[in-house]
């Protein structure tokens, strides 16, 4: 079976850009997850939905962060304009419906994105 | 608030040392637990996990974890640790009192002197 898959990897981009982040969930998951994670603050819950419906984006930094998931096998986080406090790995992960004795996360390989 | 501790941040070893990582949580009632693991330049993987029954689950790559659930604790163990587990080691927790969501502590960063 195919893991989470995101796409970029790796993006380099200007300060003012506007970056959007893909990913596909593991077909049957029902939860998907934006994580961000950098050496300052370590691994920051952004955004998590549920049966594509957002559930929680406490986590989103500020209104230039946005996120969708427009179906069950596809969620994109965009952010715009970009900065270079930005810059950071961005995870998506995803899981079955969160219930009891569920959690377990599968993660993909992350998109490494640099803001000049 | 629910909250997961790690309190070791780095840990130094050499190889063939043992290795138990420190985790506990401030949730009541019943509890997920997790170790994931985190190579370096990888993304995070699921080391083992507990759901319910014996309190020593056994993961991958030998490790192992003991629930303690007087102590709020769940703590990573290795009896002989390898240059390659050089890594990231995350414990998270869900329960019901956090709907199920997942609670990170904040990691401890493993280094394996060869």
């Known amino acids: 079976d195919a893991g989470v898959i995101q796409s970029p990897r790796h993006e380099v981009t200007e300060m003012g850009q506007e970056v959007t982040l893909r990913c596909k969930p593991i077909?049957?998951?029902?939860?998907l997850f934006w994580y961000r994670q950098t050496m300052m603050r370590g691994l920051e819950l952004l955004i998590y939905?549920?049966?594509?419906?957002?559930?929680?984006d406490s986590g989103m930094p500020e209104d230039r962060f946005s996120a969708k998931m427009p179906n069950a096998s596809f969620s994109t986080l965009k952010i715009q304009p970009s900065e270079p406090r930005d810059s950071a790995v961005y995870f998506c992960?995803?899981?079955?419906?969160?219930?009891?004795?569920?959690?377990?996360?599968?993660f993909g390989e992350g998109s490494r994105l640099t803001v000049l | 608030a629910q909250s997961v501790s790690q309190h070791n941040h780095h840990v130094i070893l050499s190889e063939a040392a043992s290795l138990e990582l420190g985790c506990n949580y401030s949730?009541?009632?019943?509890?997920?637990l997790f170790w994931y693991v985190q190579y370096p330049g990888q993304h995070l993987q699921l080391l083992l996990k507990?759901?319910?029954?014996d309190p020593l689950v056994k993961g991958i790559k030998g490790f192992e974890a003991e629930f303690i659930k007087s102590k709020f604790s769940f703590n990573l163990r290795k009896p002989s640790v390898q240059w390659s587990d050089t890594a990231e080691y995350f414990c998270?927790?869900?329960?019901?009192?956090?709907?199920?969501?997942?609670?990170w502590g904040a990691g401890t960063k493993l280094i394996i002197k060869p």
């Open positions: 949730y009541g009632g019943t509890v997920n």
């Open positions: 998270a927790v869900n329960a019901r009192a956090s709907n199920y969501q997942l609670i």
């Open positions: 939905f549920n049966n594509n419906v957002p559930i929680d």
């Open positions: 507990y759901f319910s029954g």
């Open positions: 077909s049957g998951h029902n939860s």
């Open positions: 992960a995803s899981s079955l419906a969160l219930t009891e004795g569920s959690g377990e996360l599968f």
